[in-house]
């Protein structure tokens, strides 16, 4: 069983940063595909980025590309979302998620979430 825990939301004002880490334990992290994801008030949880197990392979949201960055340490066992120039369209809860199966290329089969981090970029 794989153990997601988020850190790093907060407020921040528009055109601000933030640096959001997922620790995962449970599973061997450097075979694993990590996701991030978003749920804003109101609408349904989005896929904001993904990064392969060797750190490749890496897709974003089109909203969020040229401002957010993922990343993974497989040796700290923690995947990261840099977040540049914030909006206030950027204002949700961030999850980072696991698939089930290792060695996963694509982002449709996330099965493991962690508790979510609250960003909320003000104007």
């Known amino acids: 069983q794989v153990q997601l825990v988020e850190s790093g939301g907060g407020l921040v004002q528009a055109g601000g940063s933030l640096r959001l880490s997922c620790a995962a334990s449970g599973g061997t992290f450097s075979r694993y595909r990590m996701g991030w994801f978003r749920q804003a008030p109101g609408k349904g949880r989005e896929f904001v980025a993904g990064i392969g197990w060797n750190g490749g392979n890496i897709n974003y949201l089109e909203f969020v590309k040229g401002r957010f960055t993922i990343s993974r340490d497989n040796a700290k066992n923690t995947v990261y979302l840099e977040m540049n120039s914030l909006k206030p369209e950027d204002t949700a809860v961030y999850y980072c998620?696991?698939?089930?199966?290792?060695?996963?290329?694509?982002?449709?089969?996330?099965?493991?979430w962690g508790q979510g981090t609250q960003v909320t970029v003000s104007s």
């Open positions: 998620a696991s698939p089930s199966r290792i060695y996963m290329y694509s982002d449709n089969a996330y099965t493991y």
